[in-house]
């Protein structure tokens, strides 16, 4: 496999390392609640689409309807979720944010950004240029990601699961 694919000056392996460090960062960020990295996602999640179903959560969030519907209950008894009848379907309940889950969400986007702020003005005035003219680029590629209708990315479960093969 080649980390330039089609454009030689588009080193893809590289951009792939920093997004993951720039990731690793933001995730450990600390927070003043003590919440998991699943349910910082599933509350992230909640915030960026909106209510959903729980069968819509559980192939968002890669998990299984067990798990889901175990942390969903959890979060829901700590006042950070919570359930409500979808308009569209009255037999349906769609899962929410309460206010509290909302500000949770808020108050690290906040750190986020005041941290990426930090960083930035440490950088030099044509590195940030450089940064700010492909912040659009990657917004596409972004949203390109989101509307694919084939997966870009093999899920976990189909790039580590061993399958020894059969005897003949």
Do not use: C
Not at 152 to 158: I, M, V
């Amino acid at each position: 496999m080649t980390d330039h694919l089609s454009d030689p000056d588009l080193n893809v392996g590289d951009l792939t390392t920093i997004i993951e460090e720039f990731t690793t960062i933001f995730i450990r960020l600390p927070s003043v609640e003590r919440l998991s990295f699943t349910t910082l996602s599933v509350l992230h999640t909640l915030s960026r689409k909106g209510p959903m179903r729980l069968t819509e959560l559980t192939a968002t969030e890669q998990m299984t309807q067990p798990a889901i519907t175990q942390m969903v209950k959890r979060l829901e008894s700590d006042g950070l979720l919570e359930r409500r009848a979808d308009p569209r379907d009255a037999r349906a309940v769609l899962i929410q944010l309460t206010s509290r889950g909302a500000q949770i969400i808020e108050a690290r986007r906040a750190a986020r950004v005041q941290q990426l702020a930090s960083l930035l003005d440490r950088l030099p005035p044509e590195e940030r240029r450089a940064i700010a003219s492909a912040v659009p680029a990657l917004a596409h590629a972004i949203e390109l990601g989101r509307t694919a209708e084939l997966p870009l990315y093999p899920r976990p479960s189909e790039v580590y699961t061993h399958h020894p093969q059969e005897k003949e």
